[in-house]
């Protein structure tokens, strides 16, 4: 794995020691937008080897901590890290597929958006998650719709992994999955 420089330096401003598997932890999450633990495990594995699961893990948190990768906790989904940091950007996700797109500050400086109430906080960041459909999966719901013989009501709705039927005609109200703790 070729050493890139500026990596190696903004590890070394924060305090922690360049390793392999840290610069190609930082690689995978520069090169995958976005990207699962999981996914950020078989990038580095291709690149150094072997590397435990914790081991990514750790490096990640390390990471986090140093505020040099930014954690993303949809509901319902794993964990997501991405390099673009400190600028308190937004995410839109699709509900079907779960593609996610990063979205500038909606109006304004940070926070850009501002508490009625902040009850004395001093507030420097606001996470706003926009939830909808893509065109592709607006594309697949309309084909599917207009599929003779198909109930509207027996195809997924909201989160991809859960599947609501219903016997009357009002529309299911999405439910969010509580974020599992453990995955840190």
């Not at 940091?85 to 500050?105: P, Q």
């Not at 198909?150 to 219903?166: F, I, L, Y």
Request: hydrophobic share 35%.
């Amino acid at each position: 794995m070729t050493p890139v420089p500026h990596v190696e330096l903004l590890l070394r401003q924060h305090g922690l020691q360049v390793t392999a598997g840290r610069l190609a932890v930082m690689r995978a999450v520069s090169s995958h937008p976005h990207v699962t633990a999981d996914v950020v495990a078989d990038e580095v594995r291709a690149v150094i080897g072997s590397i435990s699961r914790q081991a990514v893990y750790d490096t990640l948190g390390a990471l986090v901590d140093k505020n040099l990768v930014r954690r993303i906790q949809p509901a319902g989904s794993a964990a997501r890290y991405e390099d673009r940091v400190g600028d308190n950007h937004h995410h839109l996700i699709c509900r079907d597929c779960a593609t996610m797109f990063d979205i500038d500050c909606a109006v304004g400086e940070v926070p850009c958006l501002t508490a009625d109430d902040d009850h004395g906080f001093e507030i420097d960041e606001a996470e706003v998650v926009y939830w909808g459909r893509c065109p592709s999966c607006r594309a697949a719901r309309s084909e599917t719709t207009s599929e003779p013989g198909t109930d509207a009501a027996e195809r997924p709705s909201g989160n991809p992994k859960r599947h609501v039927t219903t016997t009357d005609s009002t529309p299911p109200t999405p439910t969010r999955v509580q974020p599992r703790s453990s995955e840190q």
